[in-house]
DNA sequence: CGACTGCTTGAGAGTACTCAAGTACTGTGG
DNA sequence: CCACAGTACTTGAGTACTCTCAAGCAGTCG
């Protein structure tokens, strides 16, 4: 019954921390997105490079059978669109309102000292990606499904730090995420219910118990 | 029944293609490495830059509770051992004798020409990896055990091209990839024999069927 | 030849999946 | 405010796939 000892699995990927006020939103252009509306997709061509300032994203990629994975989900203060080819190899969907700071890369090199500051984070953006993606495979093969549940539920709560989190996305989008089936997140739920270590109202916001919390800080 | 549509999982990571003879042999030390041992340490500090030049390298991570996961097998041409962190997140090893070329990430600098450009290839390197953990992380989450043991067995044999391909890694090692059970893994190589797709001579060398060759570029 | 390591095969168990209802929440129109 | 439809989530029963445990086989080295 180990629950938080995947809590590492999401590496914190903003650069900065979660604090999108930087000098860098002279350069791009703020968009606004609604609640599942697209912001890239698969195949297009990539030159753009993106950052949350509100809301949350997701991030999909499709398998010619239909099959989906969900790649990654992004917060404020997150880079995400990062590609090394000229294409994405994934699509990105807005969860719900959101706000996105929208940098041309190619055009990086002409805002002089900022551009070079954002250029080399776009980089350490794109490693620390790397970090995240390792570690999700480690998930994705050597945990249970209660473990990938309850410790993807932890990742999210963390923030929140012991008061009421907010789900952003919806079930199917965690099981296309820790590579399970609908139902089975929704068992592991109840199931990390049942156990005591979390409690929910409604379907989207629930809080970690506190005890749970503290099990989990003495054992990291 | 497919078998063949996760040829594309392994992203090409050598960047020059295969070939290593590049003017930056003149940079780094060449190192030689017996089967097993060692090339760096999880958790050892990272400033080097490694690149296979003969033979072939496998790169693990382990978790406190024990559970091993490969995180990728790197052969001539390909880099690896890139970190964001000071910190190697995984360690790496030689699979059979093996010569790598080892370059100091923090004098490149000193390098004039020819440094830029193999700190360039370094960070498009990061890329390609990142690509590659995303490919994997679609096969480890939707693939099942027949499909990722016969794609992967492509993939090995494709450089071959018809002709006797070389297993260098063990059963457990291509578990540990894969995120099976090395019993598993036995099972599906004899299934791929059983259903005439691949033909064993040994349990590490082994040819891919013509007429299953034509079957995958025609799916292609 | 025997010991060792790596690989294969078998039987049974367990976990997650599939298919199928049933329940809760959300928004719309009366 | 309620009825309704539509979507999202939950729960149940049965199945299938992969794992675990255990034995047997094959190649290698002393």
Known sequence: MTFCTLTRDRAPTAIA???PQDPFDAIG???RFDAGEEIYAQDEDADLLYRVLVGSVRRTRLLEDGRRQ???FYFPGDFFGLEIGGQHRSSAEALDTAQVLVIQRSALKYHGEVG???E???WLATGLELQRAQDHMMLLTRKSAFERVSGFLFEIAAPANGAWAHLAMSRQDIADYLGLTIETVSRMVSQVQAEGLM???GA???RVMQHTRRA???AA
Chains 1, 2 share one sequence.
């Open 70 to 72: 969900v790649g990654g």
């Open 29 to 31: 252009a703020h968009l």
């Open 116 to 118: 070079v500051r954002l």
């Open 199 to 201: 409690v929910f109202d």
């Open 17 to 19: 921390g979660r604090t």
């Open 204 to 206: 989207r916001r629930f």
């Open 120 to 122: 080399r984070m776009s």
């Open 216 to 218: 989990c800080l003495a």
